[in-house]
Every structure is written in C-alpha cells, then in structure tokens.
C-alpha cells in the first residue's frame, strides 16, 4: 500500500466536507463562510463520526497561507484612491463606531471578569461587520432606491481597512506589559510611517517594474509575478515586525493601483477562494460546542451587546457627519452583525497563544445569530425610524435637522483646510522619506563602511554626507515644494495661500531643520553635532539650488505618473472603444448603476433595454470580472459597469433618461475590452437558416454578440433575440 502523506490526507478531508457542506448552505441561501465553519466543526475532534484531521500543524500552515491570499484579494479589491471616493461621513461612522465597539466590548469583558487581552480581542471581534451578509441580505430584500445603501457600503469599505490595521495593532498590544496609550500610540504611528513608506516606494517603482515586463505576462506569468510579489512583501512586513496579513494587503491595494491590477484581480480569486476554504475550515475545527453549551447567557449577552452597541454607534455616528435621522438609524440596523473578519481576529488570538479557548467559539455563535436577525433588522430599519421619530421632542429634531443642515452648506474651507490639501500629502510624504533614509543608512550602510574599512576614523562622518546628498532632493521638496495642482487651480486660494507664504514657509524650514538634526545626531556624537548642522545646512543649501529642483521634480513627476497610470490607460482605451470603427452608425458607452438605483436587483429582461432604448447590452463589469453577452436573467448589482451599444439616436435618448436621475446612474470610464467587429453571411446550407437568434445558441457557441444584420436594402440595428435568419443575411457581431 502506497503511503499518503498526512498533508494530502487533512486537505482531502477539508476540501471534501466543505465541498459538500458549502453546498447545502448555498442551497440554503445561507452564508458560505458559516458552512465552513461547520465543516471545519464536522472534522474535527469535536465530531468522531467522520474522519478528522490528522496533522494540525500542516494545516494551520495552510490557514496561514489562506490569510495571505484573503488580504492580498481584499488589497486588490481596495485602492488609495478609493478612501477620497467614499466621503467624510463613511470614514468618520466609521471609524467612530470601530473605536466604540472595540471600547464597549473591553468594558463589557472586564465587568465579567475577563482579562485585558481577552476583553481587548473580544472588542475587535465584536467591532467589525460582514460585508458578505449585508450584500446578501440587501440582494433578497430588494433594497433599491434607498438612500441608506450607499453609506453602508462607503462604512464597510472603511471597516475592511481598519480591520487590516486590527490585525497589526492587537497582537502588538497584547504583547506589551500594559495596554496603554503611550503603547498604543507608538505601534500606530510606527505603523502608519512604514504604509507610508511603502506606498511611496511601492507607487516608484512597482509600476515602472511592470511597464518593462509588460510584453512577457501571460496568465500563467502573471500570477506568478504577483504571487511572488504578494510573499515578498510579506517577508518585508515580517522583518519589520508586522503580520504578513498586513504586507499582502498593502501589496495589493499597490498592484491595484497599476493598470494590470484588474487582470491580476481576476487571475488571483481561485487562488483565493481556495485558500480561504482552507483557512475557515481549519479555524471551524477550533469550534469547541461544550464551551457554547456551557455559556448561553454570554452568547445571549455579546449578541446584545453587538446588535445594539453597533445600531448606537453607527446612528451617532451618521448623525454627528451630518446624515439624516432615518439614514442613521437604517444603516445601525444593517451592520448590526460580525463576521469574516470577526472570525480571523479570534482566530489570530488564538494562534498566538494570546486569549483564552472559549473566545473563539463565542464569535462564532454571535455570528451565527446575528446572521438570522440581520435580515429582519433591515426589513423593520424604516418602521422603527418612524416610531423613533415620532417620540423624539420637536426641540431635539428641530436642534438635529440645523446641524445637519451645517453639512449642506458651501462656503470657503478653513485655513487648516486649504494647507493640508495644499501642502500637507507633500510635507508627510517627504518626511517620511528623510526619516526613513536617516535610519536606513544607520542600520545598513554605516555597519557595511565600518566593516569595508576598518582603519578608517571617520567612516561615520562619510555616512553622514552620503546620507545627506542623496537626502537633498526631499529637503527641498520638503521646504521649496510648490502646493497641489488642484489647489492652485482657484484663483482665491492662491491669493490666501500667497497671504500666509511668510508663516508657512518657517513652519516648512523648521520641520526640514528638525529632521536634519535628528540625522546628524545619528552620525556623530553631541560634542560636535552643532558644528555638524551647520555644515550640513551648508551642504545642503548649495546642492539644494543646483541639483535639488531637478531631481525633485524628476521623482515627483515619476512618482504621479505611475500613480495616475491606470486612469489614463482606462480613459485612452474608452476613446479607444468609443471610436471602433463601424459600418453604420453607431457606438458605444458605458453606464455605472449605483448603489441606491431602481436598477439594482433588477435583471436585465425586467429593465428592457432594448424595448424602451433600443440598446443592447454588450457586457456587464462587476468588480473587474467582465460578463460578455450577458442573458435576460443576468441580476444588476451596484457598481456595475453596463456596456451599452445601439446608434447615436438611441444612446442619446438614454443619455436624457439618465440625466434626468442623475443622482443614481452615471457615465463612467472603465477598463474597456479590445472589441472585435466580424460578420458572417448565412449561406443556404447554414444550421441557422430558419431559427430565432436564440435559437440558434449563437450567443452561447460563438461567444458572439449580433448587432445588425443586413438583408437586402434592408438593415436590422440591434435586431432582438426572436429575429429569425435568413438565407443570404449579413450578420455582423461583435466579440472580445
């Protein structure tokens, strides 16, 4: 008999139970990431009726690797950018109500006489909600039109990243002697510097990396690179004492910044949902039911604690940035549950030997249950902002509606305002570089000149000016920089920045003065650093004005280019494609559906498009992956990117239908593909002779759109799925 090894054995055994298991909770229509759960339950040690898994360390690896792939997924799904498109009032609800859950469920723990470390988890657990539920329940409930919608998603955005920041902070603070703010604020500012760090360096040179591969990505290729690129920068986020979870993530929200970053997104999901499965399973098995049996009245208890203290901090939350009563209160009652996140949180703990056993089971069950209440919570969210409304004293609404109404005004910014959007991305930015150059060329180069030259005195004052000149550039940025295009673009804000240059120029010269000194105390002892700042100062006041402008702006530029790259080859491929050469007239655009359209939940049978447009719809784009020729039953989701074709006259007639709800749909540019124009004549010995375009499977077999078909003098533009072809007809089609 021929020896399998344990590994082959466990993930036969994980992939089989959950396959199965999976299965049902689809048919169910219940959450596939709770079917793992039970099926990582049914083989484990807690279930001895079927087979359980023999080597746990081999699998926790693979659980390791599942929560790489889950963040570098979640990074690629995210962007930096995308932070400025969700609005102040999602980020501020946001983050309002992670630190009011993470506070609650701490004081909650204490009071029942956890230990800090197990009180400080469960408040990250109970902290973040499930995307996945939400979508889930919002699609079922058929939540279109409605206003709150939106903000939900713009908060769950926000409350992926900050979880990604969770998974850093927790361990670190459950590892130091006391859980106070001086620790606390050290590992955050220490944190948020690296991101910064290795965004700039990532954005500099990740995509010139790209460009010069460009012509050798093949898929295979492709997710190859970005795989390794992914592990890479997971060893770099270990050495610098982070998680790897939070190198993935930043190695993907950098690669989503690149143009190829739609395709990589595509090319990486299998690999991903695979080693998700892998992951939930694994953390199922640690499902330990004696402890759930054991403590109802705590499940009872954190369940209460998660719906209300979530409902509370999202409407105080909403309210405080300026959303309206019955918005607050909607979007409370629809992140009132935990999830995916919630279970790679306890699991963390765990895996560090950090918490105690029964946290783990407990998030489980809370989530469990407040999977089955989400639903009901949405469904009664208007009622019972009606019967809130109404008990509320006019005094406090009228109070509520004028602060709100503070949100609705425009006018001009605060000074504060106007430097931060003007200067202060450049300020932090060139800091962080010098900062990091400072402590680089400590760690690195100075041991490496010590060891190459051993003779040699003053190998630290060569360090120091080698330091120094290549910092030269970021100094001036640092000090000279010139404010955001987008800033200096208004004439009164250039007049109120001219106003305060003197103030601002001092502020920016001792910032720069600062850093310098901090760099020279590296390098040298106190005795001499005065006489070394000056020289310094000197050195760099010299090279500054003859090399520093050029060098500055050479990396600037470079630096915004590659930032901007994926939006200019989007907009150069919609001219592209809006410009595809076609034998009548006709084109082609593109529509975004928006979170709180009438569209949203609809199929594409229900809309009609071509009965009331005369459209047809060429493809759909969710979330980078491309639905060519979609059928009648295709269900719109938000945020989808519907490719529209039909003539001018028609496009222009949904042009007007769109603009007259203008709040809710929109043009948008997207990642065109490279359409291919064809035709074919259907000779009198053709399989379609005398059968309907649909029929006839054309659509399915071809992988082909029919756009027109000419018969004789006459030409059929957007012919429906019911046209029967003819003999002698030129069909022409367009395909990807």
């Known amino acids: 008999m021929i020896h399998l090894p344990p590994l082959i054995y466990d993930l036969g055994i994980i992939l089989v139970v959950g396959a199965l298991v999976t299965l049902l909770f689809k048919k169910l229509r219940q959450p596939l990431v709770l079917g793992y759960l039970v099926a990582g339950f049914l083989v484990s040690q807690h279930f001895p009726w079927l087979p359980t898994i023999q080597d746990k360390a081999n699998v926790s690896t693979w659980a390791e690797i599942g929560v790489i792939f889950l963040l570098f997924g979640l990074g690629l799904e995210f962007s930096f950018k995308k932070l400025v498109k969700v609005g102040g009032s999602a980020g501020f609800t946001a983050v309002f109500e992670v630190v009011f859950m993470v506070g609650l469920g701490y004081l909650v723990g204490r009071l029942i006489g956890w230990n800090s470390v197990d009180s400080l988890f469960m408040g990250g657990v109970l902290s973040i909600s499930s995307t996945t539920i939400i979508v889930r329940a919002f699609q079922e409930l058929n939540m279109k039109g409605q206003r709150f919608v939106e903000l939900v998603f713009g908060i ?195 895996s560090l030997k950090v918490t105690s056993d029964f946290i783990y089971p ?120 010139r404010p955001s295009k987008k800033s200096s673009q208004d004439v009164e804000n250039i007049a109120r920045l001219r106003r305060l240059l003197a103030g601002v120029t001092v502020a920016r010269i001792l910032v720069a003065v600062l850093l310098l000194s901090v760099m020279v105390a590296q390098f040298v002892s106190l005795r001499v650093a005065s006489g070394a700042l000056v020289g310094a100062m000197l050195v760099m006041s010299a090279l500054g004005y003859r090399y520093g402008e050029k060098f500055y702006e050479f990396f600037e530029d470079e630096f915004l280019s590659n930032l901007t790259e994926k939006e200019r080859e989007e907009v150069a491929k919609r001219v592209e494609l809006t410009q595809l050469a076609l034998p009548w007239d006709a084109s082609i655009s593109v529509l975004e559906v928006a979170s709180d359209s009438n569209w949203v939940g609809r199929s594409l049978r229900d809309l ?86 649909r029929d006839s499977g054309i659509r399915q077999t071809e992988k082909i759109l029919v756009v027109c078909i000419e018969r004789g003098q006459e030409r059929i533009l957007g012919p429906s799925a019911g046209t029967v072809l003819q003999a002698g007809d030129l069909v022409w089609f367009v395909s990807e």
Not at 329 to 343: K, N, V, Y
Not at 658 to 686: C, I, L, Q, T
């Open 362 to 481: 407990l998030a489980v069950a809370v989530s469990a249950v407040t999977t089955f209440t989400t639903p009901y919570l949405i469904k009664s969210s208007g009622w019972c902002s009606d019967r809130v409304d109404a008990l509320l004293p006019e005094r406090l609404k009228h109070a509520m509606d004028n602060y709100k109404a503070q949100f609705q005004r425009t006018g001009n910014r605060s000074v504060g305002t106007l430097l931060l959007e003007a200067l202060g991305m450049k300020i932090i930015l060139n800091s962080v570089i010098i900062v990091a150059l400072t402590f680089g060329f400590k760690k690195y180069a100075l041991p490496f000149l010590q060891a190459t030259f051993p003779d040699f005195s003053r190998v630290n004052v060569v360090a120091l000016v080698l330091c120094v000149v290549i910092s030269v550039p970021f100094y001036w940025g640092l000090v000279r920089g």
């Open 608 to 693: 009609t498009f071509k009965e009331n447009f005369g459209v047809t719809i060429a493809s759909v784009v969710r979330a980078g992956r491309r639905f060519f020729a979609p059928s009648g039953d295709f269900v719109l989701w938000p945020y989808d990117k519907i490719v529209c074709f039909g003539s001018e006259s028609e496009l222009a007639e949904l042009n007007q239908k769109v603009e007259e709800f203008s709040n809710k749909h929109k043009w948008a540019e997207v990642e065109a593909p490279k359409y291919r124009m064809g035709s074919f004549v259907v000779h009198e010995d053709s399989i379609y002779i005398g059968k309907s375009i």
């Open 156 to 350: 769950l955005i926000v409350e992926d990243i900050v979880a990604v920041l969770l998974l850093v902070l927790l361990p670190s603070l459950a590892g130091s002697e006391g859980l106070n703010i001086a620790s606390l604020m050290t590992v955050s500012l220490r944190m948020v510097f690296f991101i910064l760090l290795w965004f700039v360096v990532g954005i500099f040179l990740l995509p010139v990396f790209l460009r010069k591969i460009r012509s050798l990505l093949e898929e295979e290729t492709t997710l190859i690179v970005s795989i390794a690129l992914c592990l890479l920068m997971v060893a770099i986020s270990s050495v610098a004492g982070f998680s790897p979870a939070l190198g993935a993530f930043v190695m993907g929200s950098l690669l989503a910044e690149t143009p190829e970053g739609h395709h990589i997104e595509k090319l990486i999901n299998p690999v991903k949902n695979l080693f998700a499965a892998v992951f939930f399973v694994s953390v199922g098995t640690m499902i330990d039911p004696q402890v759930i049996m054991d403590k109802p009245w705590l499940i009872l208890l954190l369940t209460l604690v998660t719906i209300f203290g979530k409902f509370l901090s999202t409407y105080l939350g909403a309210l405080f940035s300026g959303q309206s009563r019955k918005t607050a209160m909607q979007s409370g009652m629809s992140l009132a549950q935990i999830g995916e996140f919630s279970f790679i949180i306890a699991s963390l703990g765990a």
